[in-house]
């Protein structure tokens, strides 16, 4: 597991001290948190069908390695992870073993998790429609993340090109008669929630090629733009969207006609008999619940940037799929904490006010964050981070005033009480504050 080489040495400050009117900040005893690398707070996903396992075009494993090399993905949700032609392994193997990352793809015969990252565990359900793992990101914050595929048969928009006047209630059958995907998206969503997924407090990812396009797409706005849309509650997407999960493209681009987001398909663009059926089928979803982190969507990408010309032979093209790979990235941003929550305490007296939070993380790591105020006006808020059984020491001020603490974290058999000691010091006078006592889990 990693642990950032800051964490050798006892102490570390984070942000700023605010000090009292009229006063001015003087230099932090110890490091200054430009020195230091801080926590990565940012996440890349690629959810992406690799097609075939890059047997269709030439040197199709090296374009697709190249694709998610040039993405920056930190995680890709990969679908037709198959045997690649000759003698190489399935197509995530391979891929892992050439980036040096880890993967997971269990019984399944195409569904991957590919990862940068460490695998702390892993799940399964029908092997042709999900695999899972927890997996814990490079600043120690772990999050859940699922590769699936749904049935491709009775396509929605291609039933609708063949059968103009069909009505909405004979359309909508395709996704439970003329295919199984929504009776196996309820079998997935009923795993997942077997397995407590729902109820984590640990973020939640689910994405892949859901072979349907969303209800958020289907809206009249839309269907007025786009060739054979309908207004329609598309049941696949309501029934995840019901769940509780939220389409990340969608989170950042909440209208259809100036965002369509297509991904199916790049490669094929139908032919003057029968046209294609353009769509977003591949997607994210994102279920976030937890207490201390929040995944927020930062921006997205679906590649290739430009569609290739028609002219070029299929096995020559440099994109290797006829499915779009879309990037989300997405940032890790800290919840803030407030009465009532775990690990959350205040403290006021004579005039002085403490209020802190505590967090852990990475096992044994502590973030502790608290502020000073003196009759309702911010003096000080430092940041520390440090190691269980290790004290910290913080110092701030100037010639003035000056703010030392002393943090303890001691664990205990099923929580880690966080104790803060500070004294003040102005124009020589030095006040001792009652210790702020946090119990964390």
Not at 375 to 382: L, M, N, T
Request: net charge negative.
């Amino acid at each position: 597991m990693h642990r950032f080489n800051f964490f050798s040495i006892l102490l570390l400050v984070f942000t700023t001290a605010l000090l009292l009117a009229g006063c001015s900040m003087g230099p932090l005893r110890g490091l200054h948190s430009d020195e230091v690398a801080k926590p990565d707070d940012d996440l890349k996903v690629l959810v992406w069908n690799a097609w075939r396992g890059g047997n269709e075009v030439t040197e199709g494993p090296e374009k697709i390695l190249a694709v998610i090399r040039d993405s920056g993905a930190d995680v890709v949700l990969m679908q037709e992870s198959y045997d690649i032609n000759g003698d190489r392994p399935l197509l995530g193997a391979w891929l892992a073993e050439e980036l040096g990352w880890n993967q997971y793809q269990g019984q399944s015969p195409h569904l991957c998790v590919l990862t940068r990252y460490e695998i702390a565990e892993t799940f399964d359900h029908e092997p042709w429609h999900g695999v899972g793992a927890r997996l814990v990101h490079s600043s120690g914050r772990e999050f859940l993340a699922w590769s699936i595929w749904l049935d491709y048969r009775a396509y929605i928009p291609y039933v609708i090109r063949d059968n103009p006047g069909i009505s909405d209630e004979d359309l909508l059958k395709s996704e439970f008669e003329g295919s199984q995907r929504l009776p196996q998206a309820e079998r997935l969503l009923e795993r997942i929630e077997e397995l407590g997924h729902l109820d984590s407090q640990l973020p939640l990812l689910v994405g892949g090629d859901w072979n349907t396009p969303s209800h958020l797409d289907w809206t009249r706005d839309s269907a007025s733009v786009f060739k054979r849309r309908r207004d329609l509650d598309l049941p696949v997407s309501m029934l995840v969207e019901s769940n509780d999960f939220s389409d990340v493209y969608r989170m950042l681009h909440p209208d259809p006609v100036h965002h369509p987001g297509i991904t199916w398909s790049p490669m094929f663009r139908g032919t003057d008999e029968k046209e294609e059926g353009f769509d977003r089928i591949d997607r994210l979803y994102m279920h976030d619940f937890s207490r201390d982190w929040q995944l927020k969507p930062v921006s997205t990408t679906v590649f290739p940037l430009v569609w290739e010309d028609l002219s070029i032979p299929v096995p020559e093209r440099k994109f290797p799929s006829d499915h779009s790979a879309v990037l989300l990235e997405m940032k890790f941003v800290e919840k803030p904490l407030g009465p009532g929550d775990p690990g959350y305490t205040t403290l006021e007296v004579a005039g002085w006010e403490v209020e802190a939070t505590a967090r852990k993380f990475l096992g044994d790591q502590v973030d502790v964050y608290f502020t000073l105020s003196k009759d309702g006006e911010k003096v000080a808020s430092p940041r520390v981070w440090l190691i269980e059984n290790e004290p910290a020491k913080v110092e701030v001020g100037d010639g003035q005033f000056v703010l030392r603490a002393t943090v303890d974290a001691i664990p205990t058999a099923d929580l880690t009480r966080v104790t803060i000691r500070i004294e003040t010091e102005e124009k020589g006078h030095i006040t001792r504050l009652p210790e702020a006592v946090i119990d964390v889990r």
